[in-house]
């Protein structure tokens, strides 16, 4: 159970601190592209079901999965060259929860549990992994600002932002 609760907890953790890019991609059930390695809607939608089902308070969507994902990859690289990366196998044993998990719910798993174990330095070189990255997601789910390392949420075109008003135009109510 505590490991159910950590990974509970670094998976919404590693989807808020998420990072990456934006643009149009080149199919319809691309969610992203990074560095040539295609991540599918499918592996999405199945990772961030499989994970919603099993810790229902995970606050996971797929925004933050695919944010999540994203990371992964170089998550669990600089993880594997520090021997700190974890195997499938152990994966699943930190998830026995999901009875058949996909690869992209491993690889979400592995990055969540490998990441509390990097270093500060480590920690670091994730980040410029992904500074270095070409990524493209597709916009519905947000961009990718490489130089912040930061993912922001999409926007749909249909909203507009207020705009501000001066406090000497506030409106004022009758006195009476």
């Not at 969610?31 to 990772?47: D, F, K, P, S």
């Amino acid at each position: 159970m505590k490991a159910a609760s950590i990974l509970r907890g670094s998976i919404v953790a590693a989807a808020a601190a998420g990072v990456l890019v934006v643009s149009g991609c080149a199919t319809a059930d691309t969610a992203a592209v990074v560095n040539g390695h295609r991540i599918t809607e499918q592996e999405v939608q199945e990772a961030t079901s499989q994970i919603t089902k099993a810790y229902p308070d995970s606050s996971l969507n797929s925004a933050n999965a695919l944010s999540s994902l994203v990371m992964a990859g170089f998550i669990n690289e600089v993880a594997d060259e520090s021997g700190k990366g974890l195997s499938d196998s152990a994966a699943k044993a930190a998830i026995t929860e999901i009875e058949d998990p996909s690869a992209a719910t491993l690889e979400l798993v592995k990055s969540s549990l490998a990441s509390q174990q990097l270093t500060t330095e480590e920690q670091g070189k994730v980040v410029g992994l992904a500074r270095q990255a070409k990524v493209t997601m597709n916009p519905r789910y947000g961009t990718f600002d490489a130089k912040n390392v930061r993912f922001d949420a999409s926007k749909p075109n249909w909203i507009a932002d207020e705009p501000a008003v001066p406090a000497t135009q506030a409106p004022t109510t009758p006195a009476g």
